[in-house]
């Protein structure tokens, strides 16, 4: 059949209106058909045979050689390679948010993500990582920040006269240096719709999120019911070791009924930059400290002595800040979890075991946990050593079983397994004879992490999930690996770097550190009790640490609840 006029016409239409429509958009990626929208880039320098890119460090040199982009770093001591796009990138946060480079930069050394307008979030070393065989990828979501102090706005494109990439205060291993390892290769730099696009065009898959599908268990955080009784049985019955660390609980003046709040606080703090209420915020923080573990003791001196005196000043305090405080302000902002899980402690106690407590009050209670803290810990703190990632998922696992939140209980748990951070499991034992992620930090640091691990597999276990058991027992690994260490014995040690390859000055990758050897904190019997008591399992380092430690005292600060003597006693 031959075409007709009207036919002829429709389909002329037709064609002038697909080109008018599609001048709208960028070119496209030859690996994708589907057309990209405003904002879209990807320079892939195996593809490239001009150079569109610069380094503007003095000294330093840019070539495109072997299929990427080379960058030849200046320096002594320290060195730098900068790597800058030619005419800047026009960005569309609504489109693109995510931008990310593959390369196979330093390890050690400060990165950022830097513009015209200032880097990402006003700072350095907040990129997050996806580990690649070859050169790592680099991302940095402008849905969850800024560039400089300036709010990115939405379905609006912005013109970046300078983009760039800064890797500078790079330190050499005297290995590399023997190398004269001085340049490093960039593969591709380039925009995403999102990280799932961005790790489908890695081949790395999204890890399937856990999904939380059991009834929660109350009082089911660090203490069930049966650990409450067999606790109140150990002092009743003096036995010696349970009962040397309850003298020391008892002797503390934060478990004593006519304790003295300090607080409470409208916000929360550890910044000594800020001022709460009139009080500066070094005082802020030692003071709530003081108050929300005065409402854990005095929870627990509640269900040893039957003394309702003590019932009633622990939710005294709970109440005081439930009614009042609306926030975190400050640096350090995550570590605020620490106390936060020690309140949540209290908490779920005195609901399980104090009928007195209104339901109101206890709802008010979650409403705080939730509206404080989960804003502030809800993407844990993946670009800072490991134990910031830990104390946030401890803090909000707490929050979790606490207010019965199945969403944020499946999110600490895919963090712990696949968190992109020092924090998740394997990050964080990095060794097969316990070698820790902070190891050639100092040791009071690896002891905190310790302790918050083996809490956060404590209230998991109590909610049928073994964490202890992840990663061939990796918790019991790094006790033992910190034990034999710290009791001043010889320990393997490999050559590590943090997760994100960041130039922290507090740790050497080429060795262990000495860093306050040999103190120990309270912070052994909860692991110790879990896997030789309970499983069976041998932990001959950790237990010559708790045969000269017992009995466990008071935590360093608030970082952990102490006194596991008594608490986590199943052996006497």
Request: net charge negative; with cysteine.
């Amino acid at each position: 059949m031959r075409n007709s006029p009207v036919l002829a016409m429709a389909l002329l239409m037709s064609a002038i209106l697909f080109l008018s429509c599609k001048k709208n958009f960028h070119p496209v990626d030859p690996a994708d058909e589907e057309e990209q929208l405003e904002g879209y880039f990807f320079d892939d320098f195996s593809q490239m045979d001009t150079l569109t890119w610069l380094t503007p460090t003095s000294g330093a040199s840019v070539a495109l050689e072997n299929g990427a982009l080379k960058i030849t770093m200046s320096g002594s001591t320290k060195y730098r390679g900068d790597f800058q796009r030619i005419g800047g990138v026009p960005i569309n946060v609504t489109n693109y948010p995510v931008i990310a480079v593959k390369m196979a930069k330093p390890p050690k050394s400060n990165c950022f993500f830097d513009t015209n307008l200032g880097a990402f979030d006003n700072r350095n070393n907040n990129h997050t990582v996806i580990k690649m065989a070859s050169g790592n990828i680099y991302y940095w979501d402008l849905s969850r920040g800024s560039l400089g102090s300036t709010p990115l706005p939405a379905d609006s494109t912005i013109n970046l006269s300078l983009f760039q990439f800064k890797v500078a205060d790079v330190e050499l291993t005297a290995a590399q240096l023997a190398n004269q390892e001085f340049d490093y290769p960039v593969y591709w730099v380039g925009a995403f719709r999102s990280i799932e696009e961005l790790r489908q065009k890695a081949g790395v898959p999204t890890p399937t999120p856990f999904q939380f599908t059991g009834a929660f268990t109350h009082p089911g955080l660090l203490h069930t019911s049966s650990d409450l009784d067999r606790i109140k049985f150990l002092v009743d019955n003096q036995k010696p070791n349970a009962y040397g660390s309850y003298q020391l609980l008892q002797a503390n003046g934060r478990a004593s009924a006519s304790f003295n709040m300090a607080g409470p606080f409208t916000k929360l703090t550890r910044d000594p930059n800020q001022t709460v209420d009139g009080v500066a915020g070094g005082a802020v923080k030692s003071r709530v400290e003081n108050d929300f573990l005065a409402a854990y003791y005095n929870a627990l001196m509640w269900k040893i002595t039957g003394n309702v005196a003590h019932a009633q000043k622990s939710t005294e305090i709970i109440d005081a800040y439930a009614n009042i405080t609306t926030g975190i302000v400050g640096a350090d902002a995550e570590l605020n979890g620490l106390y936060g899980f020690i309140l949540a402690n209290a908490a779920e106690i005195m609901r399980a075991t104090y009928p007195a407590w209104p339901a109101s009050s206890v709802a008010q209670c979650g409403n705080m946990l939730k509206q404080v803290f989960y804003p502030t810990l809800q993407n844990f703190r993946p670009y800072a050593h490991g134990n910031w990632d830990i104390i946030c998922m401890k803090a909000l696992m707490s929050i979790a079983i606490f207010t019965e939140d199945r969403d944020m209980m499946g999110r600490v748990l895919t963090y712990f397994y696949h968190g992109e951070g020092n924090g998740s499991i394997d990050n964080y034992v990095i060794s097969s004879s316990g070698q820790l992620q902070e190891s050639n930090r100092d040791q009071p640091h690896t002891m905190l992490a310790l302790g918050s691990l083996a809490e956060l597999a404590e209230m998991a276990y109590h909610q049928g999930i073994d964490l202890y058991e992840a990663s061939t027992n990796a918790i019991m690994r790094g006790y033992e690996y910190t034990s034999n260490y710290n009791l001043g014995y010889n320990v393997p040690y490999v050559l590590w770097y943090d997760y994100g390859e960041r130039n922290y000055q507090d740790y050497t990758p080429e060795a262990i550190s000495a860093k306050n050897r040999g103190n120990f904190r309270s912070v052994f019997e909860i692991a110790y009790n879990h896997y030789v008591h309970r499983k069976g399992l041998a932990m001959p380092f950790t237990l010559q640490v708790l045969q000269s430690l017992r009995p466990e005292g008071a935590p360093f600060g608030a970082d952990h609840p102490g006194y596991g003597t008594l608490l986590f006693n199943q052996w006497e």
